[in-house]
């Protein structure tokens, strides 16, 4: 059973920025790990995934602004997200798709 913890959310002005991480734990294997977020009225749609590997993949509304990462090599990513939108605002999912888990889910904000 894999656990995911979500941190990072919160609010911020249009043009700022915010890092989310996911910490995977319950399992050894380095797994791929993604991001989805939800707006109200709309479907859960990719922001981004990296493999085990470390071969990423954007949505295009993503590209150029947010980074997905894991810096360490391990069960922990990070998405880093730059020029902030309002359109951004969701609620934004880490995912692992080996078994389909995910995380509890984590609001961003962006706001004047």
């Known amino acids: 059973q894999v656990q995911l913890a979500e941190s990072g959310g919160g609010l911020v002005q249009p043009g700022g920025s915010l890092r989310l991480s996911c910490a995977a734990s319950?399992?050894?294997?380095?797994?791929?790990m993604g991001w989805y977020r939800q707006s109200p009225g709309k479907e859960r749609e990719l922001v981004a995934s990296?493999?085990?590997?470390?071969?990423?993949t954007y949505a295009d509304y993503a590209k150029g602004r947010f980074t997905i990462s894991r810096p360490d090599g391990n069960n922990v990513v990070y998405l880093q997200m730059n020029s902030l939108r309002p359109e951004d605002t969701a609620v934004y999912y880490c995912q692992v798709p080996l078994g389909n888990y995910w995380g509890q889910g984590t609001q961003v904000t962006v706001s004047s």
């Open positions: 990296i493999t085990s590997f470390g071969t990423t």
């Open positions: 319950g399992t050894t294997l380095r797994i791929t």
